[in-house]
T-cell receptor
Framework: GQQVMQIPQYQHVQEGEDFTTYCNSSTTLSNIQWYKQRPGGHPVFLIQLVKSGEVKKQKRLTFQFGEAKKNSSLHITATQTTDVGTYFCAGPRGNKLVFGAGTILRVKS | EAQVTQNPRYLITVTGKKLTVTCSQNMNHEYMSWYRQDPGLGLRQIYYSMNVEVTDKGDVPEGYKVSRKEKRNFPLILESPSPNQTSLYFC?????????????FGPGTRLTVT
């Protein structure tokens, strides 16, 4: 069945450095969602991308959906300690949602 | 305050002892799901409910049961827990189908089966 692969699994950056996580699907996606989970917390919805080639920004976060709608990325500019956590992408499969394994971000101040 | 609540938050139990994890949402959402989270595996869906009395299996339903008798509640039942069900469990709800709409997650239930 459809899988959603996410890389890297883990990234440790210096505060102020940029960070990117990538999401790849084995099939074309109608949309892709991104969630953030703070350490010890629960996943929180960040954004949904629907259109081919779509780019959306939320302050220092930039989300992209690939032209073929099979990949997506989340880029954080100038990371801060508040960015720590696990970032998940998720794509639909039928009426359900398949999550990537997540990228754990640690920020060293 | 709009929220999804889960109880208990932490549970340590023994193999074979039936348990129920409750989930309740106060947002009048039709769609609810249960997930388990394990290191390196992300969130895997256990069961999904589209409305009262309508449920569907997710990717890892074995060993679990659910019921949806009321719109606000979606309990997860482990009839005979085993150590491989030790995990962090999340309940989530959504106003529209989860494939196209954001989900609101509960705080999580950390289960240990010895």
């Amino acid at each position: 069945g459809q899988q959603v692969m996410q890389i890297p699994q883990y990234q440790h950056v210096q505060e102020g450095e940029d960070f990117t996580t990538y999401c790849n699907s084995s099939t074309t996606l109608s949309n892709i969602q991104w969630y953030k989970q703070r350490p010890g917390g629960h996943p929180v919805f960040l954004i949904q991308l629907v259109k081919s080639g779509e780019v959306k920004k939320q302050k220092r976060l930039t989300f992209q959906f690939g032209e073929a709608k099979k990949n997506s990325s989340l880029h954080i500019t100038a990371t801060q300690t508040t960015d720590v956590g696990t970032y998940f992408c998720a794509g639909p499969r039928g009426n359900k949602l398949v999550f990537g394994a997540g990228t754990i971000l640690r920020v060293k101040s | 305050e709009a929220q999804v609540t889960q109880n208990p938050r932490y549970l340590i139990t023994v193999t074979g002892k039936k348990l129920t994890v409750t989930c309740s949402q106060n947002m009048n959402h039709e769609y609810m799901s249960w997930y388990r989270q394990d290191p390196g595996l992300g969130l895997r869906q256990i069961y999904y409910s589209m409305n009262v009395e309508v449920t569907d299996k997710g990717d890892v339903p074995e060993g679990y049961k659910v019921s949806r008798k009321e719109k606000r509640n979606f309990p997860l039942i482990l009839e005979s827990p085993s150590p491989n069900q030790t995990s962090l469990y999340f309940c989530a709800s959504s106003f529209k189908p989860i494939a196209i709409y954001e989900q609101y997650f509960g705080p999580g239930t950390r289960l240990t089966v010895t």
